[in-house]
C-alpha cells in the first residue's frame, strides 16, 4: 500500500499544475464580442464580465448604436455599468463613474480567445473601457489616473476621489460643445 502513496501524490500534483496552468475554456458567449454595440464607450467588469454603456446622449428610437437626432437634455439619472453605480448629466452631456483600481481578479471564462488577448494588458486593472461601436473590432482604452481618451464625440478623463484607491470617470460629450 505504501508504494503507492507517492505515485498517486505526484499525479494529483501533476493535475492540479495542469489545471492551473490551462486556460479556460471559450465560453458560449464572449462579454465583448457578443455584445451589443455601443456609441458611447463601454466599462467592462474583468471579473463578471459585465459590459455596460457610459451613454451621455440619448439614443436613438431604433437604431442601434446611434444617436437620437434631438437631444433634448437636461436631465440627471443615476446609471448601473459593469456591476457599478454612477449618473448621467445630461445638462452638462457628461456621465461620471467612481471605479474602484485592483479590485477584482480577471477571469477570463467570461472572453473568447480574441478577446482575452485584447485585454490581456489589463488584466490587473480590474475594469477597462472600450468602443463597442463595433463588436467584432472593439477598441480597449486603459483606466489610469489623468487619463485623457477621446473618441467620435466623447472625452474621457480620469480623476482621483477622496478615497484611496478609486478613480472618478468623466465621459464628456463633445458633440454640442
Given at each position: 500500500?505504501?508504494?503507492?502513496?507517492?505515485?498517486?501524490?505526484?499525479?494529483?500534483?501533476?493535475?492540479?499544475?495542469?489545471l492551473a496552468?490551462?486556460?479556460?475554456?471559450?465560453?458560449?458567449?464572449?462579454?465583448?464580442c457578443?455584445?451589443?454595440p455601443?456609441?458611447?464607450?463601454?466599462?467592462?467588469n474583468l471579473?463578471?464580465?459585465?459590459?455596460g454603456?457610459?451613454?451621455?446622449?440619448?439614443?436613438?428610437?431604433?437604431?442601434?448604436a446611434?444617436?437620437?437626432?434631438?437631444?433634448?437634455?437636461?436631465?440627471?439619472?443615476?446609471?448601473?455599468?459593469?456591476?457599478?453605480?454612477?449618473?448621467?448629466?445630461?445638462?452638462?452631456?457628461?456621465?461620471h463613474?467612481?471605479?474602484?483600481?485592483?479590485?477584482?481578479?480577471?477571469?477570463e471564462?467570461h472572453?473568447?480567445?480574441t478577446?482575452?488577448?485584447?485585454i490581456?494588458?489589463?488584466k490587473?486593472q480590474?475594469?477597462?473601457?472600450?468602443?463597442?461601436?463595433?463588436?467584432?473590432?472593439?477598441?480597449?482604452?486603459?483606466i489610469?489616473?489623468?487619463?485623457?481618451?477621446?473618441?467620435?464625440?466623447?472625452?474621457?478623463?480620469?480623476t482621483?476621489?477622496e478615497t484611496?484607491?478609486?478613480?472618478?470617470?468623466?465621459?464628456?460629450?463633445?458633440?454640442?460643445?
Open positions: 500500500m505504501k508504494k503507492y502513496v507517492i505515485p498517486i501524490i505526484a499525479v494529483i500534483l501533476i493535475l492540479v499544475l495542469a496552468i490551462l486556460p479556460a475554456p471559450e465560453p458560449e458567449r464572449c462579454a465583448i457578443d455584445s451589443i455601443f456609441h458611447a464607450p463601454a466599462l467592462v471579473e463578471t464580465g459585465e459590459v454603456e457610459l451613454e451621455v446622449y440619448e439614443p436613438h428610437p431604433f437604431k442601434v446611434e444617436l437620437n437626432e434631438y437631444q433634448q437634455g437636461g436631465t440627471f439619472s443615476f446609471i448601473h455599468a459593469a456591476g457599478l453605480n454612477g449618473y448621467s448629466d445630461t445638462a452638462n452631456w457628461e456621465t463613474i467612481t471605479v474602484p483600481l485592483n479590485e477584482n481578479e480577471y477571469e471564462k472572453f473568447c480567445r478577446c482575452r488577448n485584447l490581456s494588458r489589463y490587473k480590474g475594469y477597462i473601457l472600450l468602443d463597442l461601436k463595433d463588436p467584432g473590432k472593439p477598441v480597449a482604452f486603459e489610469h489616473i489623468d487619463m485623457n481618451h477621446a473618441f467620435r464625440c466623447y472625452e474621457i478623463k480620469a482621483t476621489t484611496e484607491g478609486e478613480l472618478e470617470i468623466i465621459v464628456s460629450g463633445t458633440l454640442y460643445a
